[in-house]
């Protein structure tokens, strides 16, 4: 790949030979990109823990956007990358003897945090690049740096600030941090990026999935200042078996080896200073008095104050602990029946993006109407905002790596970017007490390539986080009446995930009364989906699909057949709201939505709502607690 010194001097020659611009011209567009270009420093985006509790400037907001099919902002007619600074808001002048067709001054808006799917009819199915563009006035305080936090670009990102470009990203559904220190000066300031939400085979996840594929900065964007030593991870978590011990670590950039972390619990009298060690790292231990423990009955937050040189950060932590014991899931050391549902982060009402607190306390608050203690967030790592509300609102969650279907598990990249992909989620999300199980994948085939690639990413996974349990959505076969759950998938997991859909894929609703199930590993079992489609407000006999009363009939005879699997310790149906999916087209009825909603996306409950409540309220569903 050439330095962009050269791919500029070509550029600006081309320029000159096609007779494009006079030499004089080509000098000018070469010095100023030169220079540019030089000034570039793109580092690698960094992971934040806590980012949320941060004081930032909120870059949200009307941005400019360009709409960019063929890329042609960032490639030339010869495919090569071409230089920036066309987004240097450079407005035409008159005497200017080439076009200006890029102009952010006068593009039209587009709102962040969103995607653009649901902001512009011409952008409902638009799969491609989009130029985004923003300024911003900013006065850099000494010893700081500056990170332009990204709450998530669906797919892949590049940004420039001031026209130098800063970072670039690839992942859709975790935040990013970039460095741009050396870019962001005093008044006024511009950023720019170029999301792209083109499906290719090798990407996380690839060309398939069963939900719509919003692009864009489809989650917060602002600016963090900290000191030049500051904290980017912690991990605080209650130590298993000695309920009065906190325990963890905090990561400290640009700290020398004995620089003190201070670690307090100002509303438990509980505080400690630990030192960092080699790698930046302080390892806590800290003794608590009259914790009281977090739970979905008591979802207790305690202020934690941690402290070093000039930098703090103020989060809100729940404590407990999570384990397994023989096919049993202990929260606090004891037994848990995990009342489910399964949760896309479609925003209710509205659809697009699920990314604001209402929209999360809407979500979650259904599912609480719902009886549940425990949502699965399908299939990638949810918003900050939804893991805030769950904590609050004491909702055990399953959060998924958007390792789905059918994945180039043989191509080592792509192998590289599930687990860096599992790196943010883990990093960023690590201190939620709601988070109890971390999904390594859904429905991946049963293959060798398939098993290694996820064994790779469980191991990593519990290194990253060894006070969590692994699962993974398998699939299973049949033999007769009887669902086999053998895959060998299982052996790596503490938590045994599995769909099925008896009665609306395959067979009958009442075929499960009478179906068997072999679970070939002595673990708990979350039957992670089950479900049907039904059009909110279709009534007819329960045997006539797309009606509620045909829905409601599959939960019917689910919940038998589910009450009968010794080793059940949970459940989420799929699913709780209605949500786009390019893969459903039944006209009148679908719409392009999945309709396996127990409630449509503009909040009608239909009748397996209530079924389910039932079930829940009254606990004749799993083992009682
Ligand atoms: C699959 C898959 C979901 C999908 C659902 C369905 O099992 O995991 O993403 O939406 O089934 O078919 O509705």
Redesign the pocket.
């Known amino acids: 790949m050439k330095n962009p010194i050269t791919r500029l001097f070509a550029f600006s020659s081309a320029l000159v030979v096609t007779g494009l611009v006079p030499m004089a011209a080509a000098v000018v567009l070469f010095a100023t990109h030169a220079s540019v270009a030089q000034t570039a420093a793109v580092h690698a985006p960094i992971v934040l823990t806590g980012a949320d509790k941060r004081p930032a400037l909120s870059l949200d907001g009307d941005w400019a956007s360009i709409v960019d099919p063929y890329f042609s902002g960032l490639f030339g007619f010869h495919h090569q990358e071409k230089a920036n600074g066309w987004f240097l808001n450079r407005k035409a002048q008159a005497g200017d003897n080439f076009p200006t067709e890029y102009d952010f001054a006068t593009a039209p808006k587009l709102k962040v945090p969103g995607d653009w799917n649901t902001q512009r009819e011409s952008l409902m199915y638009y799969e491609g690049p989009v130029w985004y563009e923003r300024d911003f006035t900013y006065e850099p305080k000494e010893n700081t740096r500056i990170f332009l936090h990204v709450g998530a670009a669906n797919y892949r990102s590049w940004f420039w600030v001031n026209g130098a470009k800063v970072c670039e990203h690839e992942g859709g559904y975790t935040s990013f941090n970039c460095d741009v220190t050396a870019e962001v000066h005093t008044g006024a300031n511009s950023v720019v990026a170029a999301v792209d939400n083109t499906r290719r085979e090798d990407n996380v996840p690839t060309l398939e999935t069963?939900w719509w594929n919003y692009g864009g900065l489809t989650r917060t964007v602002s600016l963090i200042e900290v000191p030049e030593t500051f904290i980017d991870q912690y991990d605080l978590h209650l130590s298993y078996g000695m309920g009065s011990v906190v325990e963890g670590w905090v990561h400290v950039v640009g700290a020398k080896p004995g620089a003190m972390v201070d670690v307090e619990i100002p509303e438990l009298g509980a505080d400690t200073t630990a030192l960092v060690g080699k790698g930046g790292r302080a390892v806590v231990h800290l003794n608590i008095q009259n914790l009281q423990l977090w739970s979905p009955e008591t979802p207790k937050l305690y202020k934690v104050q941690l402290r070093t040189g000039q930098d703090a950060i103020d989060d809100l932590i729940g404590f407990r602990t999570v384990e397994t014991r023989g096919t049993e899931i202990l929260l606090n050391g004891k037994p848990i029946f995990l009342r489910g549902i399964s949760v896309h982060a479609e925003a209710p009402y509205r659809t697009g993006r699920a990314n604001t607190d209402k929209d999360a306390e809407t979500l979650l608050g259904w599912a609480k109407e719902l009886g549940c203690n425990f949502v699965r967030l399908?299939?990638y790592p949810h918003d900050e905002t939804m893991l805030r509300a769950a904590d609050r609102m004491g909702v055990l969650v399953w959060s998924e790596n958007p390792v789905y279907w059918a994945l180039e598990f043989d191509n080592p990249k792509v192998l590289a970017k599930a687990e860096q992909q599992l790196d943010e989620e883990i990093g960023t999300s690590r201190n939620h007490a709601a988070i109890i199980l971390w999904s390594m994948a859904?429905?991946t085939p049963n293959t060798d390539a398939r098993t290694q690639f996820i064994e790779t990413l469980a191991k990593r996974a519990r290194e990253l986080d060894p006070t969590r349990l692994i699962t993974a959505?398998l699939l299973v076969r049949s033999e007769g009446n009887t669902k086999i759950v053998d895959d060998k998938l299982g052996a790596a997991l503490d938590v045994i995930g599995t769909?099925e859909y008896i009665g609306w894929y395959e067979q009958k609703p009442e075929t499960a009364d009478g179906t068997e199930w072999r679970i070939n590993y002595q673990k708990p079992l979350i039957m992670s989906?089950f479900g049907g489609d039904a059009k909110a407000g279709l009534h007819g006999d329960e045997n006539e699909r797309w009606t509620e009363e045909y829905q409601a009939n599959i939960y019917r005879h689910q919940l038998g057949m589910l009450n009968r699997i010794p080793q059940l310790r949970g459940m989420s149906p799929?699913i709780l709201m209605d949500f786009r999916?390019p893969n459903r087209p039944l006209a009148g009825i679908q719409d392009e939505f999945?309709r396996?909603g127990l409630i449509s996306d503009q909040g009608e409950k239909k009748a397996a709502f209530f079924v389910l409540q039932k079930a829940y309220k009254e606990r004749t569903v799993g083992k009682p607690e």
């Open positions: 069963d399908a299939h859904n429905e959505a769909n989906e799929w999916s999945n396996k």
